[in-house]
């Protein structure tokens, strides 16, 4: 079945990772802007790291017959940095209008501050400006408290619950989300978050309903074939094929189908993949024979 991967940063992971996913039926990933590991200490790092992700990365991905598309916006944790938060701001809006961005994304809350949660309510605000989804991130510590939080924000904002994704959900969230009219998503991780048997189960008493799942791999211990793993695990657990498929492949494109610029007739064909191209002059061949891979 073809898969949509709709949070993965591929910018972290290597060449065998998107050959894997390819292999695996992944035909097209959403890569939303994120934090790096160290905070960015000024507006020019995230200009090269955006450009990186319309640009270079996208050329990476099709190299393997895979769609790269992005969601933009300024991360929580770096949210809280003066030095970054007004400039990046600033540039967001120009980001909004390419044709590859199909979201305002990762925006949320990490450690909970009010800074965090004034340019949650303005990335919402551009979200609305620019009629796009938003992809939000939900904190890993305390978060029935930040899910709640988020949903309060969003509500402030009277974005629709439609286009909202509140990720990183768990068993507990399920509960809170369900019934909001909003999407449910569920990061699947090797040891922590989700793993593929907890999603199992609560595909099991919950049903698929507005339901996303993704592998959120980074530069971190995390697995990009946590997606194909889990579907795997639903099949053996005796989950209707038509199910998941409408998990992993109807509900994401549904979802920054929003955008309006979702080719699905597209996707359902390989990105062009000759590894002959290049982009600005390089290629992800390295001096390689492309007559020879």
Not at 38 to 45: I, L, P
Not at 194 to 214: A, F, K, L, T, W
Request: glycine share 6%.
């Amino acid at each position: 079945m073809l898969i949509f991967e709709p949070h993965i940063h591929m910018f972290s992971r290597i060449t065998d990772d998107y050959e894997q996913l390819a292999l695996a039926g992944v035909r097209a990933v959403l890569e939303p802007a994120f934090w790096l590991g160290q905070s960015r200490t000024n507006v020019g790092s995230f200009v090269d790291y955006f450009e990186t992700l319309l640009g270079w990365e996208r050329h990476r991905a099709q190299q393997f017959g895979i769609h790269h598309f992005s969601t933009m916006g300024l991360n929580p944790r770096e949210a809280n940095d003066d030095r970054v938060n007004d400039d990046v701001m600033a540039i967001l809006p120009r980001y909004c209008e390419k044709d590859s961005v199909v979201g305002v994304g990762e925006i949320g809350l990490d450690d909970q501050t009010k800074k965090e949660e004034k340019y949650m309510l303005a990335q919402l605000e551009l979200a609305k400006a620019h009629d796009l989804p938003v992809l939000i991130h939900t904190p890993h510590r305390d978060k029935k408290r930040g899910f709640e939080r988020c949903i309060d924000i969003v509500r402030d904002s009277n974005i629709p619950m439609e286009r909202v994704l509140l990720d990183h959900g768990n068993e507990e969230t399920i509960k809170i989300t369900r019934d909001l009219g909003c999407w449910s998503g569920f990061s699947i991780y090797p040891n922590t978050k989700m793993d593929p048997h907890r999603m199992v189960s609560i595909v099991q008493e919950y049903g698929i309903e507005r339901m996303i799942i993704n592998s959120a791999a980074d530069w971190g211990v995390s697995d990009p074939m946590m997606v194909p793993r889990t579907v795997v695990k639903l099949e053996q657990a005796g989950v209707p094929r038509a199910d998941i498929e409408r998990l992993v492949w109807d509900h994401p494109t549904s979802f920054f189908g929003q955008s309006g610029r979702l080719d699905l007739d597209a996707l359902q064909q390989p990105a062009s993949a000759n590894l002959r191209d290049t982009f600005e002059g390089n290629s992800v061949l390295r001096g390689q024979d492309p007559d020879r891979m």
